[in-house]
């Protein structure tokens, strides 16, 4: 089994940063091993894919709404993941979750239907 907490959101202003932090645990478990994503969701929303990155770290992908302010990174020794978030804006107000998977392979995986661990989630809010 894998735990995963999520911390660092709150309250900024458009313009401004957060950085999010998820970390994960469990018996037997090897972070080294596993992918992780972050999604977000809005009230009324659907939940969405935000940023991903593989089990090496190697490898990253972000949705196109984020992509150039976001930032996705882990640190393997901490097992940790990390999400920076510049030059927030209003729409990206939402509960954001973090998502792990065991994967063989080195790659990022932005569906959410194929992560089977999930955080509680942390708020992000940005005012105008």
């Known amino acids: 089994q894998v735990q995963l907490v999520e911390s660092g959101g709150g309250l900024v202003q458009a313009g401004g940063s957060l950085r999010l932090s998820c970390a994960a645990s469990?018996?037997?478990?090897?972070?080294?091993?596993?992918?992780l994503g972050w999604f977000r969701q809005a009230p009324g929303k659907e939940r969405e894919f935000v940023a991903a990155i593989s089990w090496s770290g190697g490898r990253s992908y972000y949705a196109d709404s984020v992509n150039g302010r976001f930032a996705i990174s882990r640190d393997n020794a901490k097992n940790t993941a990390y999400l920076q978030m510049n030059s927030l804006k209003p729409e990206d107000t939402a509960v954001y979750y973090c998502a792990a998977q065991y994967h063989l392979a080195d790659r990022v995986v932005t569906n959410s239907r194929a992560y089977a661990y999930w955080g509680q989630g942390t708020q992000v809010t940005v005012s105008t």
């Open positions: 469990g018996r037997t478990f090897t972070f080294s091993a596993y992918g």
